[in-house]
Every structure is written in C-alpha cells, then in structure tokens.
C-alpha cells in the first residue's frame, strides 16, 4: 500500500498529459474552423455568393400565381385615380386606396404579398440563400410598396406585428433612392411618391 503514493503522481502527471493534448487539438480545430469561415464568408460576401438555399424557380412561380394580381390591382387603381394621384396629397390618396382595398377584398392579399416580398428581400440580403433574377423584382416592389403602403402602414400594430413590411419599406425605399440618381423616375412618375 505504501507504492500507492508513489503511483498517483505518475498517473495525475499522464492524465494531464492526455488532457492537455486533446484540448490542444481541440483549440487548433476550432481555429482552423473559425478561419475557414471567415475565409469562405469574405469570399461569398466579395463574389456576391450565397450558400445552400437558391429558391428562384418557387419564387418565380409564387410570384407569378399570386402577387403579379395584387400589382395588377394596384395598376388598376393607379390608372382609375390618376387624377386625384396628380394632386399629390398624401390624405386624399390614403382614402382612395383603404376605400379601394375594403371594396375589393383585397386585405389578405396584401399581407401575403408582403410577406412575400419581405421573405423575397430577407433572401436577397441573406448569405445563406439567394434569388437569381433579384433585379426584376425591384420595380414590383417600388410599386407595391407606393400604392399599398397607406394600407401596410395602418395594420402595423393592429392586425400585423409593428415591423410588418419594414423590409419592404426599406427596399422600396432604397430602389426609389437609386431611380432618382440614376435619373430613371418611375413610369407613374415621381409625384405619387412619398
């Protein structure tokens, strides 16, 4: 019994030995991790690369099936009041289009269409997916987000969480931003626009 002693230190000292090894390599592992991915997320952010996920073909259809109706009612609308729509005043045309959306029915629509777009942005922005053809998009969501928006605004809070259509918003916002200084003023032009 008196070896027991003596043994323990030898033991203890080749434990650490093996511990210190295996957190070593466990440390040089998650370096190495941590650089890869840092390399590979500078790499898809330079080239504009986005990993795993490219939902373009559902998207394309979607969008096709039900959001190009809602635009087509928002045209509708832009071409009935176009009149009221020169005027440019934000509270005439807030009640032309709530009375619009309320004849219509078209109150879902509009939330699925955003939802849509916001999930349709959120991609976009994203690095682990990415829509192919984007840039189609981007006058679509100008005119959505200009003819809806009254809508959009006032079910914020009520029906909708408050950031509802904050993407959208944003985006319709930076796309409006680029038109003006690229000189490219939206074909219904820059008046209905706030």
């Known amino acids: 019994m008196q070896c027991l002693p003596e043994v323990l230190p030898a033991v203890n000292k080749a434990w650490r030995a093996a511990i210190e090894r295996i957190v070593s390599f466990a440390r040089t592992t998650l370096e190495l991790v941590g650089l890869a991915a840092l390399a590979a997320g500078l790499c898809l952010y330079l080239f504009r690369e986005r990993l795993l996920y490219n939902p373009s073909v559902e998207t394309e ?3 096709k099936a039900y959001v190009v109706p809602v635009i087509r009612q928002g045209d509708e609308f832009n071409e009935i009041n176009l009149e009221a729509l020169k005027k440019n005043d934000p509270e005439i045309f807030r009640k032309l289009i709530v009375e619009f959306v309320g004849k219509r029915n078209l109150g879902a629509s509009i939330q699925a269409t955003v939802r849509f777009f916001d999930d349709l942005i959120e991609c976009h922005e994203s690095l682990f997916c990415r829509i192919d053809n984007y840039g189609q998009f981007e006058e679509p969501i100008l005119d959505f987000w200009y003819t809806f928006s009254p809508v959009i605004l006032d079910s ?10 904050k993407a959208i918003q944003a985006e319709a916002g930076r796309i409006l931003t680029e038109y003006r200084q690229d000189g490219r003023i939206h074909p219904l032009g820059d008046n209905v626009r706030r």
């Open 61 to 63: 259809s979607v969008y």
């Open 156 to 165: 914020r809070g009520a029906a909708e969480p408050a950031d509802f259509g």
